[in-house]
């Protein structure tokens, strides 16, 4: 079992920058599980954002560039810094954990687990 907390999200102006913490509790070492990010917009289906294995990260095509994600296996815990952000950036952000390797770290079905989410906001 591992429990998921996402931090970090607000109301930002189009152009600036947040950084988002997921936190997690497990009775396994954190380093064992593959991490990602997900986000969904009103009436829209959950779609992936970014993810980070052993030492491989996977971003999606919208935020290429823009967004990095990154773990610190000391403090459990997965970032996913959002610079230049737009409106259509505007959802609500998941993190997720799956055992690794992750083999399929963009289907959001592969994930076990899943945190509360945290409300991104970008005003134009």
């Known amino acids: 079992q591992v429990q998921l907390v996402e931090s970090g999200g607000g109301v930002v102006q189009a152009g600036g920058s947040l950084r988002l913490s997921c936190a997690a509790a497990?009775?396994?070492?954190?380093?064992?599980?593959?991490m990602g990010w997900f986000r969904q917009a009103p009436e829209k289906e959950r779609e992936f954002v970014a993810a980070i294995g052993w030492d491989s990260t996977y971003d999606a095509d919208s935020v290429k560039g823009r967004f990095t994600i990154s773990r610190d296996n000391a403090k459990n815990t997965v970032y996913l810094q959002m610079n230049s952000l737009k409106p259509e950036d505007t959802a609500v952000y998941y993190c997720a954990a799956d055992l690794l390797p992750l083999y399929s770290y963009s289907d959001s079905r592969k994930y076990d687990y899943w945190g509360q989410g945290t409300q991104v906001t970008v005003s134009s």
């Open positions: 497990s009775g396994r070492t954190f380093s064992r599980y593959g």
